[in-house]
């Protein structure tokens, strides 16, 4: 227990500082420390397993660690050539287009100043520290793809020496020089190299991290323990599925500690490893920190691309699951030589004693930690999440391959040859990098925005889907062009397109002269109106068209003047066809139609909405067959209350209510009105202060006085069985 007491007594200094937080020096200084003292604690449980171990190497039962075999200087010179070829390859798709992945990266982070940068996570796309680093090439060397593109790159090519370095902890020489071979010319590992995204970044640090847990495993010091405990860290700040070869690093660790110690020895290590891992999670939080405090840990653990799905919905996917989790690292690999690799993935984890002087098979530590995380998590992880163990399948299949061939020269350059030039071969020539689709695939985007730039004009709007829509911002970006309203399917509705102040609406990314899969690409509903698709011009996969749309006198259909209001100018409906149609006055307008149950349509932008007065000209074509026919609410929040005006057409009838908590609480006031079927009014409904009006084609109608509703935003309900026409509906801020 000595160790423990001097962790104890070094560490108290720092522990009993007057400031609570930890600054990120006091920090580190921390991690020195510890990682020093840990190093200490391991010294006494290696001279016990050093004696163990030299023992059975003499005996014949244990192969010498392979970081000891001597190799040639051709050895390294094969190295050498693979890592020039390995970044040939990656070089040769630098400039290919950009994707939608990589140009909302920089668009909405890394191009943004480094604080924001730091402290945004409004979705997982911002793979922080490599966003970091694109924000420094960035500020270097401007936004070229290829600039943007350069961490991921360096961190590809480096990958290639890694792999033949963790290799070499593990294996023989000749293993490490196939895995590096097999890194250099893997699809998945050569995609992501040249996408500004952090995926071989996470790779990198990944197979370091399985490297120094080896080194650890064989004598373990406080630079190592270090390492770890960075490696782990950057590895959770780039991505948090780092948590996967986090995990298999660990779980090796203890298995291989599990395998050689006894009792006390064991848990002693147990528990060095957990203060380092421990370290390592503390490390994570103190870089997240600005994320945290903006936004809270929920963030990052709880955003809707990690939530568990329905257990029924995962283990119907789960073949899906396991199919990628094995198939991923493969990719691009002609099926026999897959079927070869696959085979000395096998032979490496059945044979790992023969083949390797060090613990167990990482790949047995790999399947005994994936597999239940998997389960335990239940989520469906990108594809793309795989690209971290990548390098490791890769170094398990050299592993068997290279114990197969033995130590024949020929035939080992025959299988390092055939295992990968006819792989880097066929990905070439079949155009696989550029047209993968993992990320979003745009070929003719800078082809369109540039053909925007040049004619589009204020007033204009363009229709381009998610994937497209990033790459053509990007490309508007890179050449200098200024914004431009850009929708995609989730910010498109009839009723904006065809308002009177819209120009021409460009749309992007639909079959030409199709409007049924226009509709179905921006899930717009089928209109009541006729409208086309006339080509403006053809790019080499792609047409931009214009959508011709019937040349309604539009009306304000919506709008409202609250400044700075971020409101989303859709409908949320409910139980309600809405259909733009023509109305009696030659202007469009919306037809709402209800069946047997109330319909609803919410303006839900701004819950905070106090003093406004809405004004809406309506026409009941077909009176409702329960209550009143049109409900209209202010200041409604579902939780807290709203004022109501309704009107009934039949029964002549006109009134403002109250609900409050969910209660209701009844008329506060009513008036009678000869209203008329088929007839257009004018309701303008007030809430300003404590003050509650309703107008009828100018005229007052009711008058109260109350402050029971404080504020919330704008609903609009149509009774059962009914048709309502609308052509203008306005809100409008006010003061007290």
């Not at 190799?71 to 290919?96: D, N």
């Not at 924001?116 to 500020?139: I, K």
Request: charged share 15%.
């Amino acid at each position: 227990m000595d160790g423990y007491r001097d962790l104890h007594i070094k560490l108290q200094p720092i522990h009993n500082k007057q400031h609570t937080k930890l600054g990120i020096a006091e920090f580190f200084t921390f991690l020195r420390k510890a990682s020093q003292i840990l190093s200490k604690l391991n010294k006494n449980a290696l001279k016990e397993s050093g004696k163990m171990l030299s023992l059975a190497r003499a005996s014949g039962s244990l192969k010498t660690p392979m970081t000891t075999t001597r190799v040639s200087k051709s050895h390294y010179l094969v190295l050498f050539s693979i890592i020039v070829l390995g970044a040939a390859l990656r070089l040769h798709y630098i400039e290919q287009p950009m994707r939608y992945d990589e140009a909302l990266t920089y668009l909405r982070y890394a191009s943004q100043p480094l604080p924001a940068v730091v402290s945004s996570y409004n979705e997982p796309n911002n793979h922080v520290f490599h966003s970091v680093l694109v924000h420094a090439a960035y500020t270097v060397f401007g936004n070229d793809p290829a600039a943007l593109r350069l961490p991921a790159l360096i961190a590809g090519v480096l990958l290639i020496p890694a792999a033949y370095w963790t290799s070499r902890r593990f294996f023989q020489p000749r293993a490490g020089l196939l895995a590096a071979g097999l890194c250099a010319a893997s699809l998945p590992l050569v995609e992501f190299s040249v996408n500004a995204r952090g995926y071989t970044l996470l790779a990198l640090f990944s197979i370091l991290l399985l490297g120094v847990v080896a080194l650890l495993k064989d004598r373990a010091t406080a630079r190592r323990w270090l390492a770890f405990i960075v490696l782990s860290a950057l590895g959770f700040y780039t991505i948090p599925v780092m948590l996967y070869p986090f995990g298999i690093a660990a779980a090796w660790l203890v298995l291989s500690y599990r395998r050689d110690q006894k009792g006390w020895q064991f848990l002693k290590r147990l528990i060095v490893l957990g203060v380092a891992s421990a370290a390592a999670v503390g490390l994570t939080l103190l870089l997240y920190s600005p994320i945290i405090a903006v936004a809270g840990i929920g963030a990052l653990t709880q955003n809707q691309f990690v939530a568990r799905p329905e257990a029924y919905e995962f283990y119907q996917r789960l073949t899906e699951v396991l199919g990628t989790l094995f198939g991923f690292p493969l990719l691009g690999f002609p099926p026999l030589i897959a079927a070869v690799l696959l085979a000395g993935v096998a032979l490496a984890m059945a044979l790992h004693r023969r083949i390797s002087g060090v613990g167990i098979s990482p790949g047995w530590a790999a399947l005994a930690w994936l597999l239940p995380v998997l389960f335990i998590q239940r989520v469906i992880p990108f594809d793309r999440t795989w690209t971290a163990i990548t390098p490791l399948a890769l170094m398990l299949a050299a592993a068997g391959i290279a114990y197969l061939v033995g130590r024949s020269d020929k035939v080992f350059t025959a299988a390092l040859l055939l295992l990968t030039i006819p792989a880097a071969v066929g990905w070439v020539q079949s155009g696989d990098v550029t047209s993968s689709a993992r990320t979003g695939y745009a070929p003719d985007a800078e082809a369109a925005a540039l053909w925007l730039g040049e004619n589009w004009q204020p007033d204009d709007v363009v229709l381009i889907p998610t994937p497209l829509d990033e790459p053509v911002r990007y490309y508007l970006d890179y050449h200098d062009y200024p914004e431009i309203d850009i929708r995609n399917q989730h910010q498109v509705y009839w009723i904006d397109l065809l308002q009177d102040d819209v120009g021409t609406v460009y749309v992007f990314g639909a079959p030409p002269d199709d409007i049924d899969r226009l509709i179905e690409t921006f899930t717009l509903p089928t209109p009541s109106f006729e409208a086309s698709l006339e080509t403006a011009v053809t790019f080499s996969q792609t047409t931009l068209q214009a959508l011709a749309l019937p040349g309604y006198p539009a009306g304000t259909l919506y709008a409202d003047d609250f400044e700075g209001d971020e409101f989303f100018s859709g409908w949320t409906l409910n139980n309600l066809q809405a259909l733009l149609t023509k109305a009696e006055t030659n202007n469009q307008a919306l037809r709402l139609t209800t069946a047997d149950s109330l319909g609803e349509m919410n303006l839900s932008g701004a819950l905070d909405w106090r003093d406004y007065a809405v004004e809406v000209r309506l026409q009941v074509v077909t009176p409702g067959s329960e209550g009143e026919d049109v409900y209209l609410h202010l200041r409604s929040t579902a939780d807290v209350g709203s004022y109501i005006a309704g009107i009934d057409i039949e029964q002549g009838h006109a009134f403002i209510a109250g609900d409050l908590n969910r209660q209701w609480r009844g008329l506060l006031a009513e008036a009678g009105m000869p209203f008329e079927a088929g007839r257009w009014y004018t309701l303008r409904f007030v809430a300003q202060g404590n003050a509650v009006s309703l107008d009828v084609d100018g005229e007052p109608v009711i008058n109260i006085e109350d402050d029971a509703a404080q504020a919330g935003a704008v609903r609009l309900l149509i009774s059962p069985n009914s048709q309502v026409l609308i052509d203008d509906l306005r809100i409008t801020a006010l003061s007290e």
